[in-house]
């Protein structure tokens, strides 16, 4: 069998199903190894920046990774812009889909509501609100998106960075997106780790 029975999903059999099952399976182990090749599609993406968006955010994660912050933390950094590509306008929550099931929880939601938190630093100059971050101000975690967007977002745009090749972090990748999805012992609901020096 190299490809299923059916036309239409309701028409489906075991057979068929357990065959997909497996299929899928493999697929997702890919799923590492196609983030990273998104990650250099950034390259060529939204100009106008004194770096590009890979380069963006290759210099986020380097920050995360020596302000001393956990795996999910730095691969977090570096695909909180990835969504760029095919969801400009909720590119946070785009982001925050993928790495969901595979980080802790606090990490998700701070890749989710970055865009809301970065209009602090140019909200103003573009008709929108720079306060719209009070949105979430009771939030468990809403201090470590401010964290998150001031000492690893805003300030990653700067040519002359120092920052590490995606080499270095597709080992951290790999590792992230090979954990067993949803997994509770990785999400810790509630659970805050620190940013810094962790
Ligand atoms: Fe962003
Ligand atoms: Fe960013």
């Known amino acids: 069998m190299d490809q299923v029975k059916f036309t239409a999903m309701k028409d489906g059999d075991k057979e068929d199903y357990d065959f997909l099952g497996h299929h ?29 968006r890979l380069e963006h955010s290759l210099q986020a994660a380097t920050r995360a990774w020596r302000d001393g912050a956990d795996v999910d933390w730095v691969v977090s950094a570096l695909l909180h812009d990835v969504g760029d590509i095919f969801a400009p306008y909720n590119h946070d929550e785009y982001a925050a889909a993928i790495l969901r ?13 970055h865009g809301d938190f970065q209009l602090l630093y140019f909200g103003h100059y573009v008709g929108a609100d ?69």
């Open 101 to 113: 099931p595979f980080v802790r929880e606090q990490c998700a939601w701070v890749v989710e509501k």
């Open 24 to 52: 899928e399976a493999a697929f997702a182990k890919g799923t590492a190894d196609r983030l990273l090749g998104a990650l250099e599609a950034l390259d060529e993406g939204l100009s106008g920046y004194q770096v590009t």
């Open 130 to 198: 720079p306060e719209k971050r009070q949105a979430h101000k009771d939030h468990p975690y809403f201090e470590d998106c401010t964290v998150f967007c001031e000492r690893w977002d805003q300030s990653s745009f700067d040519p002359g960075y120092d920052m590490k090749p995606l080499a270095f972090f597709a080992p951290m990748v790999r590792d992230v997106f090979d954990r067993v999805p949803h997994d509770p012992d990785v999400i810790q609901p509630g659970k805050r780790v620190p940013l810094v020096g962790a």
